[in-house]
């Protein structure tokens, strides 16, 4: 394995490694996201930069304590690291020193004795009696974490090379939803693509943990899980979001990715290539078999064959994010009411019925499938 390919590969992890860590519900989770903070930003030569000098770029970080709605701020990873957080009397305590802390004092890589000012006093904010000071250290190393993955989103895709997908046949799919809690142990299913248990499926789905999930199977049976932070951080129950799922195909590399307003996650896999076989299989508030629960209310579906281009995709997101403010008729599903499209192999509709070859039908339990109200424009190669 050459350099270049090293780095590639320890990026990727490493920023893996910091998304599952750094959204954890759990706070001994939560800390764990130290250690591959300080592998991106502190380290000798650090990984970051490291990754960004493969494409001969500076590396440029936004500011950790970002405010909704103020032009962004791009900083210099020493600007970065040693941004003030906040001062406590002559203290001021840094990215570096919540890092250095949690990393080589707190525990996360080995249990130490504090040094210095800044380390002494986040060891005293931690053994407060304050309920609001004892957190203040972990929830600003979530802030950093989270200011470092949005810094490094786009460096986490020119590796990946999404950009190769766009264009090539695929999904695109947008979703306008508003959430209801499941209740009980039971996954809520949004979106289920294929007809196999275990091989060439994606599903869609909220877990009993309150976190948006996808999760794939390729050629060979092999799992992989993309899972959201918890509802509040990244989406409120009965609230209108978008959400967009595409999946595209090059050979035997799949490309993975889904985005909410305030969440992305991005990945390519191998062994995927017949996947594309099921792209005509799709199930709308169950699984293939008609069998998975869900409890939402839908506004808009809309499913492009193929895989957008950035500013393309851009522009549909958006679109659908005016429409959740916008519209009023929304189709709830609820128990085992589902939609599937019409030429689904194992939910085939019967009868006849109006409406374009693509559009997706009501499949419910004991009854013939009716066409609802929505927008859907399966099949589509035109543009929104």
Known sequence: MNNKTDIRRQFLKTYEDLETTSF?????????????LRRLLLDPTPLAVRARALFNQKLLLRSPDEKPGLPLVHLKLQDFVGFRLTRTGNV???????????????????????????????????QSTDPAVALWPVTALRSVGEATLRSLEDLRDEILGIDRFEGQPGLSIY???????MG??????????????HRQRLTVFVDDDDRFCVRHYDNCAQRLLLRSPPAGSVFQYQQPLTLSIRVGIIGKEMLVACELPSWRSVTVRPNTDAIAESFGDIVLGSDFEGVGRSLFKCARVLVYMKIHAPSQHRLVFNDCMGVCTTRDDWVQFDGDKFMHSRGHRKLGAVGDLTGSPGD??????????????LDVRPNANQES
């Open 184 to 197: 009980g142990d039971r996954d809520n299913v949004i979106l289920d693509i294929g007809v196999e248990r």
């Open 24 to 36: 954890a519900e759990d706070e001994g989770e939560a800390l764990k996201s130290a250690l591959p």
């Open 360 to 373: 997706m039908v009501q499949g419910q339990l004991g009854r013939r499938p009716t066409l609802l109200r």
């Open 175 to 181: 979703l306008v939803l508003a959430l209801e809690r």
């Open 92 to 126: 001021a305590i840094t990215p570096a020193d919540l890092i250095r802390y949690f990393a080589h004092v707190d525990g996360v890589v080995h249990v130490g004795e504090p040094h210095g000012p800044s380390e002494l006093e986040i060891e005293a904010m931690r």
